[in-house]
Each structure stands twice: as C-alpha cells, then as structure tokens.
C-alpha cells in the first residue's frame, strides 16, 4: 500500500496596517513640515516677533495654512485628519516651546558661573559683583540640603500614616483628614511662612533652619498623604485577606503586608514631596530668611538656602550678581531634575 500524503496549505495570514501610511504620503508630509519650519524661520528673521516663541506660533499658523492648502485635494474624511493632526502637533509644539525656552535661558545664562568655587565657597568675604571666580553658593546649597531634610523628617511618617489611615484604618475621622489634607494642597506659600513665623519665630526671637523646615514641612505634607494614599490603594485586597487568614492583626497587616508592597511607591511619594518644596521661596524670607556664610546648627540664627541665594542676587541687579542668581538656578533646577529622574526610575523599578 501507498500512503497517501495530503498537502495542507500552512500559511498563516499576517495582519494588515490599513492606518499605516505609504512611502510618498511620509515623503510629503515630511516635505510638507521642513517647507513650514523654513517659511517660519524666514517670517521670523523678516519681522518683529521675538526669537523661539515666535517661531513656535507662526509655524502653527504657517503648517494650518500650507494643509489648507492641500486639503483641498482630498476628500472630507482625510481633510477632517489632516487638520486635526497639525492643530495636535501645532499646539503640543507652542505649549512645549516656551518651556524649553525656560530651560536654555537657564542653562545658558547660569553656565557662565558654573565653576567648583561655587558648591564650596561662601559669600562671607565676597561681595555680590566680584568676578565669578570668587566666592560661591556651598552655604546656600548646605542650607537647602539641611532644611528640605529635616522636613522630609517631619513630613515622611505624618504622610504615610495619613495614608494608611484613610486606606487601611477608615475610621470616623476619615472625612475630616482627607479634606484637611486636600485643604493644605491649596494653601500659598506665604500662608505657611506666615503661619511659622507668629507661632515659632515670635516665640523664639529668631530665625533659624529649623523654621524653615517647618514651613516647607507644611507644604510638604499634602503631597506625601495624597500620593501615598493613592498608593496604598493599588495594593490588592487578596493580600490583605491572606494576610487575616493567618491570624494576622490589622496593624501587622499594614506594616508587614502593605507598606513593604508599596516601599517604591512610598519612596517616590517623599521625592515628589521634596521636589515640590526645594525651589520654594516666599515661606523662607519669613522664616529662615539669609545668611552668607555656612550655618549647621539648625538654631543657629539665620541660614541661606538657594531660593534666597537667588532672590538676594537678583534684587542687587549687577551684571555679576545676576549671573551668580542664574547659576543657582541652574543647580536648583538640576536638583529638582535630579529628584523627579531618581523618582521616576524608584517607581518603575518595583512592578509588584
């Protein structure tokens, strides 16, 4: 006997991308966005509108007329696309422009007294308008470094025990901390310095780092609660049941159960905390106000930080005075970029 062999067709069907577009519809709107960015650039060197801003809105303006242009030979539905796709573009392009705009003024003004002396010197012998080579910003940075720590001291256990109490206890006053707490979140700066400076500074006669602390503790702590209460609720409750099946009490299950789940978490809560207090200005001119040399005891009188350091630079309005306020503002903005990036790799870390 002969065995029969029965051929099969196995191909497998592959997937179709009809919202792909072809090689000459990228061509053309490629050709399409350079012709718009180089019109831009023309329009802005032939008139009055002032540098990236400007050429951010009239690219916009310049992208919807040249799709105007061609919509007029497609359809409806494809005309509808094509002008929603260049207002997106166009927009996200004008809100983003001016923030970069931000940043390379920083970066580029604040260069120019970027130099070792000034994470290590003082202004103690050093007056505003001396070359950039003399004196620096290390008490300032020492003093922010202390300040925003001791708050992160004060803020990490109210925050996460706030936390834990709306999410895991839930008892009668569950109400009353959550509006608190989404009260604080709206409260001015200067309220809090205000509020530091007639119950701590009055009464102890004096500036100090501590006060400052205390004022940046303030606005702190709404962020830490919030952030961590909702961090708290992504933990499962199949955990938590486990965890009382086994005997365990609520407060072992909170502590050895939930908040080790969410250790992550938690820990980018205390780095958005701090991030949103460290560039904080108005509280501190109530409360820890200036200094210009370094200053370790927390009670030791006043103490710089590097918002004051700025603000005390720029309202003396030298040439080199400005430029030792843009330099600490390009470190303090490279703090608080250091902070979000550290919080943003500690929460994609851990996927528990």
Do not use: C
Request: proline fraction near 4%; charge should be positive; avoid cysteine.
């Amino acid at each position: 006997m002969s065995a029969v062999v029965i051929e099969t067709n196995t191909a497998v069907p592959q997937p179709t991308t009809p919202w792909k577009q072809t090689r000459r519809n990228q061509i053309v709107s490629a050709s399409t966005v350079a012709a718009s960015v180089v019109i831009a650039v023309v329009i802005v060197l032939l008139t009055g509108l002032a540098g990236v801003d400007g050429w951010a809105l009239t690219f916009l303006i310049v992208s919807l007329l040249v799709t105007a242009a061609r919509a007029f030979k497609v359809d409806a539905k494809v005309r509808k696309e094509m002008f929603v796709s260049v207002a997106i573009f166009g927009t996200a392009a004008l809100a983003f422009t001016p923030w970069m705009s931000i940043f390379a003024s920083v970066v580029m003004k604040g260069a120019r007294g970027f130099q070792p002396n000034f994470f290590v010197g003082d202004m103690r012998t050093t007056i505003p308008d001396d070359e950039l080579n003399l004196g620096g910003a290390g008490h300032a940075i020492v003093g922010s470094i202390m300040m925003v720590l001791n708050a992160t001291i004060i803020t990490l256990p109210l925050g996460i025990l706030s936390g834990v109490y709306l999410t895991e206890v839930r008892g009668r006053l569950t109400f009353l901390v959550r509006f608190v707490v989404q009260s604080m979140s709206g409260v001015p700066s200067i309220v809090a310095g205000l509020f530091i400076y007639v119950t701590f500074v009055n009464y102890t006669n004096s500036f100090s780092g501590l006060a400052g602390s205390f004022a940046l503790a303030i606005l702190m702590l709404p962020t830490v609660a919030r952030t961590a209460e909702e961090v708290l609720k992504l933990v499962p409750d199949d955990l938590r049941s486990a965890s009382y099946a086994l005997g365990a009490r609520q407060w072992r299950t909170s502590l050895l159960v939930v908040l080790p789940t969410v250790r992550s978490g938690l820990t980018t809560a205390a780095i958005l905390g701090v991030a949103r207090v460290i560039g904080e200005t108005a509280p501190l001119l109530l409360t820890s106000l200036s200094s210009n040399s370094y200053v370790f005891n927390p009670l030791g009188g006043p103490i710089s930080s590097l918002p004051t350091y700025v603000f005390g630079l720029l309202q003396i309005g030298t040439e080199n005075a400005t430029n030792r306020a843009w330099t600490g503002a390009l470190v303090l903005m490279l703090l608080v970029f250091a902070l979000f990036t550290t919080a943003r790799f500690i929460g994609g870390k851990d996927r528990r």
